[in-house]
């Protein structure tokens, strides 16, 4: 079993900057690749970032490439989202989530078997 607990969403601006921290327990960090996802009201839920066990392979959906970062330290059982230059449209509740069967299909959300509670992110204009 794998316990995920988002922080770090809140309300800011349009072109503000906030980081979203994810804490990750009960297995191998390591070992683990992880994702980040996002729901807006009455949407779906969207793939945003994903890095590879290491760190070094890193992927990101087109509407958040040259803003977002997703980055980890596996000392600290931890995967960040940083968010810069954010826009209205980035509203919606940021999910993290971990893969680790390493998925090839990784921006489908069944490509991952655990998912933390969710945390708010919400972009004024």
């Known amino acids: 079993q794998v316990h ?4 770090g969403g809140g309300l800011v601006q349009a072109g503000g900057s906030l980081r979203l921290s994810c804490a990750v327990s009960g297995r191998t960090f390591s070992s683990i690749a992880m994702g980040w996802f996002r729901q807006a009201p009455g949407k779906e839920r ?4 994903r890095i590879s066990q290491s760190g070094v392979i890193k992927y ?5 490439k040259g803003r977002f970062t997703i980055s980890r330290d596996n000392a600290k059982n931890t995967v960040y989202l940083q968010m810069s230059c954010l826009r209205p449209e980035d509203t919606a509740v940021y999910y993290c989530a971990a893969d680790p069967q390493n998925s090839g299909n990784f921006r489908n959300t069944w490509a991952y078997r655990y998912w933390g509670q969710g945390t708010q992110v919400t972009v004024s204009s």
């Open 60 to 64: 990101y959906a087109d509407s958040v």
């Open 4 to 7: 995920l607990v988002e922080s």
């Open 46 to 49: 969207d793939f945003v970032a």
